[in-house]
């Protein structure tokens, strides 16, 4: 009888909760082999050159070099690499660079185990998922497309005066993806900094039709 054929997989995330309840999760899929864990970029790259797995998941926010930069590391080296992103950032920016770096596909946290497992088959076959919450972000009406919803809400607490913690804080998220969001909304009214976008966002009509929304004050 034939050996059984394993999708060898590298588990690359900075909380250990969220690893070893990932792991037990892939376990439960009988081709599935978790062949090592790493709790940050350097020693990840590391161990994928002692262990060459077919799949690494890999997630954006960590401590040290973050998910993307390791990609970007991980790609120099070992430019076959096959990478899943799984992260909560739901930024289309750190969708973007994500794959730029060389990623295989990108999904978020919030995805159900079936999907999870299908998008892992993907890559591991040559595939490239995206989350269809990162790429079909609806844009809001009235901007003619430039700016999507949750943009434009980072934008209203910008203009608040909240810092990327506080945006972050406030709209669910990390200080990173916050910090994407702002730069994404930089990058798009062609400006160099908050206070220009801010500027820019009343010029163009997306910041004066609406008074802000209440929201609690920093201390």
């Excluded at 070893?20 to 081709?31: C, E, I, S």
């Excluded at 608040?160 to 972050?168: K, L, M, P, V």
């Excluded at 730069?183 to 400006?191: G, P, T």
Aim: proline share 6%.
């Amino acid at each position: 009888m034939p050996a059984p054929h394993f999708i060898r997989l590298m588990l690359v995330d900075d909380h250990p909760v969220m690893r070893a309840g990932l792991a037990n999760l892939l376990a439960l899929q009988k081709d599935f082999q978790v062949v090592a864990q790493a709790d940050d970029g350097e020693s990840a790259i590391a161990l994928w050159q002692k262990h060459r797995p077919d799949v690494c998941l890999l997630d954006v926010s960590m401590h040290g070099i973050d998910g993307i930069e390791t990609m970007r590391r991980l790609h120099a080296v070992a430019p076959e690499a096959r990478v899943l992103m799984l992260t909560s950032s739901e930024a289309h920016e750190d969708m973007a660079q994500s794959l730029k770096a060389g990623a295989a596909g990108y999904v978020t946290k919030n995805l159900r185990h079936e999907q999870l497992v299908a998008a892992i088959r993907e890559v591991h076959t040559g595939g490239r998922p995206l989350d269809p919450i990162v790429r079909e972000t609806p844009a809001s009406p009235g901007t003619d497309g430039l700016l999507t919803d949750r943009e434009t809400e980072v934008l209203g607490l910008m203009r608040e005066g909240f810092t990327n913690t506080e945006i972050g804080r406030l709209i669910g998220t990390s200080t990173r993806t916050a910090k994407a969001h702002v730069a994404a909304i930089i990058e798009k009214l062609h400006v160099v900094d908050r206070t220009q976008a801010e500027a820019r966002a009343y010029d163009l009509g997306l910041l004066k039709a609406a008074a802000p929304r209440p929201l609690p004050r920093r201390p």
